[in-house]
């Protein structure tokens, strides 16, 4: 059931319409630098989730993404072609210490690269909120990803899809451990559109700041989904980069 709710989290279709099948669309080479592919293992299995680049050795996705080793492959659009990426381990982990596997709530983790990524046309950081940003109803932002397709494989090329942001009492209604100071419930359900098993930790951007981290869906596999409201979490987040750079 837990896993169910994590890892159906991609850019997919969750149904047809009409005989038109609803995904995201392939995002435009290299046009969001930010976004980083993890792969991960945790007890013999393998894992794959999103991320972003928020300094130049640390890497913003969710605390459900936790597994060792973790290495995170930046610069990449099409995953079967491996030039302009570079491959980075990640020698330190730092899971939100409020975070609760069974709720879901603090969905969020800072990830320390081995070594500073170089920042260049194909790899570079993406700007996080202040704290008094708040994301509202209405709203539509995009999430990207390499997230499972209509065909349940994950995807070879980054996909995008523009989500609106819904007011708290869908989610309230699908969860009572929904919280909208900490979390934002996403997805118009008449549109039939969110993010899939593998987008995982992807980053949700509003006017080109990650407002939010892909966290969850609902049993129903229907949207709206929920996803970590980063700019409720700015003093954890310096805090721990601090520590993360000191170390
Ligand atoms: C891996 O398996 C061990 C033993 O079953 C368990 O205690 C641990 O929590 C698992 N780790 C993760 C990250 O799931
Ligand atoms: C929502 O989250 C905030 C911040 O963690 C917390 O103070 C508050 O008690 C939570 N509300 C509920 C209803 O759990």
């Known amino acids: 059931m837990l896993l169910l709710l994590i890892f159906l989290v991609s850019v997919l ?25 993890l ?5 013999n299995s ?46 330190e982990f730092k899971p939100h210490e409020a975070y609760d596997d069974k709720t879901l709530v603090n969905d969020i ?3 320390k690269l081995k070594h500073k990524a170089q920042i260049n046309s194909f790899v570079k950081t993406i700007a996080l909120p202040k704290s008094e940003d708040w994301v509202k109803p209405g709203q539509v932002c ?7 397709l209509a ?17 708290k009492q869908s989610c309230m209604e699908m969860s009572r451990n ?13 549109k039939k559109m969110a993010a899939g098993a593998g987008d995982s930790g992807g980053p949700f951007v509003c006017n080109n700041v990650a407002q939010g981290i892909v966290s969850h869906r609902f049993c129903t596999g229907q ?25």
């Open 13 to 37: 279709p969750l149904s047809t319409d009409g005989g038109k099948i609803f995904w995201g669309t392939e995002v435009k080479p290299h046009s969001r630098p930010y976004m980083a592919y």
């Open 39 to 43: 792969n991960i293992d945790r007890n």
């Open 46 to 91: 393998h894992y794959v989730c999103g991320g972003f680049l928020v300094d130049k050795d640390i890497v913003m996705t969710a605390a459900h993404c936790n597994g060792r080793p973790i290495t995170v492959t930046l610069g990449a659009h099409d995953m079967r072609n491996k030039k302009n990426t570079q491959h980075i381990s990640v020698i």
């Open 109 to 111: 983790m800072l990830l």
């Open 142 to 148: 995009t999430v990207a990803g390499w997230g499972n």
């Open 151 to 167: 065909n349940c494989h994950l995807s070879n090329t980054l996909q995008e899809a523009n989500l609106e942001v819904q007011k």
């Open 178 to 190: 929904y919280n909208d100071s900490i979390q934002l419930c996403v997805g118009n359900p008449d």
């Open 223 to 247: 949207p709206p989904q929920v996803f970590t409201r980063i700019s409720s979490f700015i003093p954890w987040i310096k805090k721990t980069m601090k520590l993360l750079q000191q170390s």
